[in-house]
């Protein structure tokens, strides 16, 4: 009979610092969040490895950590992140081990691995649930890069200490967002089924890697299936440009899709670029010709300053002056509401062009910033001395108020830009180049019509 293991149970502080983090990233940071498919993670207590595709740095696990709020959750995370004394026990009280990599720390510091892998293993025959991102590193796109065997070997490693005789599960998963470097948009976190490792146990003990090779594949598969896999690389730029502009939208409506709805519009992206994959294989002439139209377009866009939405709206001089005139009647609400939520705005935008390299940490140092030092600073100590120097019900509507501000000016930031792009598409001096590019638009829409039907 298997023996039901009770995880570790959450410090108190822990636990303030996960609603702290759960404030920050749901009630600020992301406008909303989905989770689908909550009944297939198995039940606190049960050894579980999830799996998933990793695109999006710290807002991958984190997002998992902070709905997965029933568990002790343990992470492996680079190990050049623990060097600081204070940041290396914070990261382990909050489950996360180090990795430690030859690129990175050198050959001589792999050796350390063997440390976190038997922490990791540990943590499993506790009972508690195990992150892992086979690809070993982020993507800069959206594709599922080629999975390493680390987390089934942490896996049946911890089964073999059990006796085999405690399942362990693999449980696959994907993250997935509207946009990856933006706030106020939209997140979606899938569970599959979770795979038992119980029936694999008697061909383990004989063919170690034959089976975690099977398994593997199974495990990705059942990953690439969940997500959006952008396999043609070639043409990635395109297809994901296609799938952002109009084009991706009508053609969630067309086939009975909810554009606006992040799980509905995954499944029509899902099957928009299989579809374009496809035509590139029976058709690549003519997809060739597509593309080299679609890049065309995509560089005059941008040499403008226009989005591709303008060409659905067409505005006109109206259209621009309404939009200047909700500009200046909110601005009242927008000067109260970014006073005390403007260091949100301006801390990240001063140090991410020198500090960020690689674009898939934007979104990570943008929460970062927001939870250690934007919020502490414009929301914490604000209460704090609202609520000595006045009272409790000041202290509270602040609280209260700060979202609602923090919102208002994004939103209005977001129509101003819109009101700029207004502005460049009906300028007369872009007007001949305006034509061309809804001409070629137009091209390129007529003739996928005419391919993917």
Known sequence: MEQKRTPRDHSFLLKAFRIYLQYVNSGLYFRKEHIIGLENVPVDGTPCVVVSNHQNCLNDPLCVCLKLTDRRMNFIARANVFKNPVFNKALRAMGLLPAYRMSHEGFSAINKNRSTMDAAGQALTDGETLMLYPEADHQDKRWLGTFKLGYLRIAFDAAEKMNFEQDVMILPSCNHYSNYFHARTDMLIKFDRPISLKPYYERYKESPREVMVEVNELVRSKIQALMLHVEDLEHYDQIDFLRETEYGRLYARRNGFKPNYLPSRLLADQQFVDKMQRASEEQPEEMERIYADVREYALGIKHLGIRDWLFRRNPGLGAAIL????LIILLPLFIISIIPTCLMFIIPK???NKLIKDNMFIS???IGVSAFISVPICLVIPVVLLWVFLNFWW??????????????AWN???LFIKFVGTCRFIRPKNRQRIKELRELRGSIYKRLDAILG
């Open 323 to 326: 939009r200047g005139l909700g």
């Open 412 to 414: 209005y930031m977001r």
């Open 364 to 366: 990570s140092f943008n």
């Open 395 to 408: 202290a509270l509507g602040y609280f209260v108020a700060f979202p609602l501000m923090f919102i208002l």
């Open 350 to 352: 001063i140090f991410i």
